[in-house]
């Protein structure tokens, strides 16, 4: 893009910076709309899987339902409690909603299509998603209110027990990947299983830290069966509570963008990203970024799926899960696969 | 030309979040400050080409360490009139302590300059990882010539980590309440746990 802004007469500097700001733009409405659309698709799901019609009234098949929602909220009164630390109380749905936009940059839609290409994508992804903790943290204390507070020290050490696994599994695709570089790994991927399919999933000794992976990625985003943080029947609506107006929804959309983020990253980490599913000629008609989206939304819906049918953990056995399985767990496999790839000799 | 501009923002970022580090009365504002002050400081190695340290610097401190100061400090109540007296008393240690950080500083830059680094000199004559990407860099530096250092230096945070564990880890007494046995709980099933029982109207139920 940067060529097409320097054939207008511009500098290169200028046509560099211009062509990264209309991505930068391109990129988060494009999210945006997959968010208020993946919005209605999950109430939808729901809906059918609890034998209900779901949100039906407003546009043909209530699409429109989302941007309904929007609206009344931009409407509404942003109340702020007297006692608030008004600052952070401000601040934190603001660091949340831009936090889950900026892991969008490293995200490759197809080939070459990705804002910024850089070495350390995946790494990247890694530091963003680590600083969401902070959204939720910020805006419990801040309520000065006790469930909120409850619900942001729970967020925090769930966030954080989670990382853990989520890096020891990102350890073992790099493994096998050879970089950090996102468009690098879904490349790796070709023809991995059998030279036929593609994509890590296939591999019997990836497999099992893609199913920890999608696990940990529900207690990343604190889907549920692992929504402790805002366990209604506990914490009214957790770090959410005081908020409302325009602040709770930068909230609601922050998460749902982490949401379709940690779909798209399965996708790219084992799904073989935007790869046909088989290596066969045909299907490469179909453009790359229609099987990624396939790929995302299929994952989307199987985190409606599960929202649907599992109930929520106690709070100590989502620690015992983190802590005393998947920590051990992927550790073994990191010593297991790059022990397994030293003797195959992968790395020579 | 963005680069300039950009260092200048960072740069300056890291300076007042640091200043606003030791000014802020709220000692949760302070911790905020301070991960303003890495997250800028990551900013700074990006500008260098250390993508990687960057990267680093804000999943470690960022995302781990500082998460677990705001913690503590959100928990902890703060008495800040005690906090202030103790200034005065501090400050000669304090300065005493920027004075060495200053000195480390200079030394560093001195060091640097001599050249004996492999890393490279600043005339680029001596570049020995230069080239590579920055995490193949670091890998061979690491794993090369300095894995005696590197495993030293995993074994003592090894040992801390399990010195940590051991002077924090309470045996609970057998049989004392709030302990679980995971294999116990799920391995129940419907019929032992519960009874079904038809009571006649009113007579009561014996359990």
Same mark, same amino acid.
């Given at each position: 893009m940067t060529e097409f802004f320097q054939s207008l007469g511009m500098s290169y500097d200028f046509a560099w910076f211009t062509a990264t700001i209309v991505g930068i733009l391109a990129i988060s409405l494009i999210v945006m709309f997959s968010v208020a659309m993946v919005i209605y698709v999950d109430r939808k799901v729901l809906g059918a899987i609890m034998l209900r019609r779901g949100p039906n009234v407003v546009g043909p098949f209530g699409l429109l339902q989302s941007f309904a929602d929007g609206l009344k909220v931009?409407?509404?009164? %942003?109340?702020?409690?007297?006692?608030? *630390?008004? @600052?952070?109380?401000? !601040?934190?749905?603001?660091?949340?909603? %831009?936090?889950?936009?900026?892991?969008?940059?490293?995200?490759?839609?197809?080939?070459?299509?990705?804002?910024?290409?850089? *070495?350390?994508? !995946? &790494? #990247?992804?890694?530091a963003i998603s680590s600083l969401g903790v902070y959204g939720v943290v910020m805006s419990g204390w801040a309520s000065n209110s006790k469930y909120p507070f409850?619900?942001?020290?729970?967020?925090?050490?769930?966030?954080?027990? #989670?990382?853990?696994?989520? @890096?020891?599994? !990102?350890?073992?695709?790099?493994? #096998?990947?050879? %970089?950090?570089?996102? $468009?690098?790994?879904?490349?790796?991927?070709? @023809?991995?299983?059998?030279?036929?399919? *593609?994509?890590?999933?296939? *591999?019997? &000794?990836?497999?099992?830290?893609?199913?920890?992976?999608?696990?940990?990625?529900?207690?990343?985003t604190a889907r549920a069966p692992f929504d402790l943080t805002e366990a209604e029947s506990e914490l009214v609506a957790g770090y959410q509570t005081e908020y409302s107006s325009m602040s709770f929804a930068l909230f609601w959309l922050g998460e749902y963008a982490n949401i379709l983020l940690?779909?798209? !990253?399965? $996708?790219?980490?084992?799904? @073989?990203?935007? &790869?046909?599913?088989?290596?066969w000629a045909p299907l490469y008609y179909v453009p790359g970024i229609v099987w990624f989206l396939l790929k995302t939304f299929m994952f989307f819906f199987m985190f409606s799926w599960i929202w649907a049918t599992v109930p929520r953990y106690r709070y100590d056995q989502l620690m015992r899960l983190g802590w005393k399985v998947f920590l051990p767990m992927s550790l073994l496999f990191v010593a297991v696969i790059s022990g397994y790839l030293m003797a195959t000799g992968h790395f020579s | 030309m963005i680069q300039t501009l950009a260092f200048y923002l960072f740069a300056g970022l890291v300076i007042a979040s640091a200043v606003m580090v030791i000014m802020a009365r709220n000692p949760v504002h302070s911790v905020l400050w301070l991960i303003l002050a890495f997250f800028n400081a990551a900013g700074l190695m990006v500008l260098v080409g250390a993508e990687f340290i960057a990267v680093l610097l804000v999943i470690v401190y960022v995302g781990a360490v500082a998460v677990l100061f705001l913690f503590v400090v959100m928990m902890l109540d703060i008495d800040f009139a005690a906090m202030r007296a103790g200034f005065v008393r501090n400050f000669p240690l304090g300065l005493a302590i920027a004075a060495i950080l200053l000195a480390e500083l200079f030394l560093g830059i001195g060091a640097y300059n001599a050249g004996g680094l492999q890393l490279g000199t600043p005339d680029g004559a001596n570049q020995a990882a230069m080239g590579a990407s920055n995490i193949e860099a670091i890998g061979a530096l690491l794993y090369g010539p300095y894995i005696i250092l590197f495993e030293i230096a995993g074994i003592i945070l090894l040992v801390a980590m399990i010195g940590a564990i051991v002077l924090t880890h309470r045996e609970a007494k057998p049989g004392a309440r709030g302990r679980q046995d995971i294999g116990k709980q799920i391995s129940r099933r419907p019929d032992e746990a519960t009874i079904m029982k038809n009571p006649e109207s009113g007579q009561g139920v014996e359990l």
């Open positions: 931009f409407l509404q009164e %942003t109340i702020i409690p007297s006692a608030a *630390n008004k @600052g952070i109380f401000l !601040l934190a749905p603001i660091i949340t909603f %831009t936090v889950a936009l900026a892991a969008w940059a490293v995200i490759p839609f197809d080939a070459g299509v990705v804002l910024a290409d850089i *070495n350390v994508g !995946l &790494l #990247y992804i890694l409850f619900s942001a020290m729970r967020a925090a050490a769930q966030m954080i027990s #989670y990382e853990v696994s989520i @890096g020891f599994v !990102l350890v073992c695709v790099v493994l #096998y990947a050879g %970089t950090f570089n996102m $468009t690098g790994i879904v490349e790796a991927q070709r @023809g991995h299983g059998l030279g036929v399919i *593609n994509g890590f999933f296939i *591999n019997p &000794l990836l497999f099992p830290m893609f199913v920890v992976f999608f696990i940990s990625a529900l207690a990343e940690m779909c798209s !990253l399965c $996708t790219l980490l084992f799904m @073989g990203g935007w &790869l046909p599913p088989i290596e | -």
